[in-house]
T-cell receptor, first 112, second 114 residues
């Protein structure tokens, strides 16, 4: 089955800095890669996703890049703010299969 | 309405109790999910219902029994649980069963088994 590895497990940055979280996946058939943000006491919330026919996607301060050959994808957050502090999970799936495989999560702390 | 509502938010039960967790969505989504999440870990898929039928059971012990009474409701019946079953139980829904799009998660039911 699919295996997703996520690094780093914790990330601490100063407000205004950029943050990068990286994930690798094992199944070359995976073609859908979402990123979820989980704030304390809440369920995960989708912040951005990318499909394998696209190499990069941006949404304001958030961007995701995908390298299918190397089987890795990354989340980039620019101009970080304290409210970006949360746990971030990457995930991978084969569309039409019905199961997301999550990475282990990254605890992001943005210091004011 | 883009919410998935879960009740109760907190539940404490003994190993001999029977209890249920409830989940509701009114987005017209055709797939609903139960996930289990331990502290500082990612969500683990337990069950998937697609068009009100159980489509995926991730080899979950029979002390967890899911039920989908209609397209808006999802229940998880709990019986004879073990202390290691203590966790946050998350319900989610998606428009399509794939899922090829966003999973909408509820805030979870935090279960403690004594």
């Amino acid at each position: 089955g699919e295996n997703v590895e996520q690094h780093p497990s914790t990330l601490s940055v100063q407000e205004g800095d950029s943050a990068v979280i990286k994930c690798t996946y094992s199944d070359s058939a995976s073609n859908y890669f979402p990123w979820y943000k989980q704030e304390l006491g809440k369920g995960p919330q989708l912040i951005i996703d990318i499909r394998s026919n696209v190499g990069e996607k941006k949404d304001q301060r958030i961007a995701v890049t995908l390298n299918k050959t190397a089987k890795h994808f990354s989340l980039h957050i620019t101009e970080t703010q304290p409210e970006d502090s949360a746990v971030y999970f990457c995930a991978a799936s084969i569309e039409s299969y019905g199961k997301l495989t999550f990475g282990q999560g990254t605890i992001l702390t943005v210091h004011p | 309405d883009t919410e998935v509502t879960q009740t109760p938010k907190h539940l404490v039960m003994g190993m001999t109790n029977k209890k249920s967790l409830k989940c509701e969505q009114h987005m017209g989504h055709r797939a609903m999910y139960w996930y289990k999440q331990k502290a500082k870990k990612p969500p683990e898929l337990m069950f998937v219902y697609s068009y009100e039928k159980l489509s995926i059971n991730e080899s979950v012990p029979s002390r967890f029994s899911p039920e989908c009474p209609n397209s808006s409701l999802l229940n998880l019946h709990l019986h004879a649980l073990q202390p290691e079953d203590s966790a946050l139980y998350l319900c989610a829904s998606s428009q399509d069963p794939a899922p090829t799009g966003e999973l909408f998660f509820g805030e979870g039911s935090r279960l403690t088994v004594l």
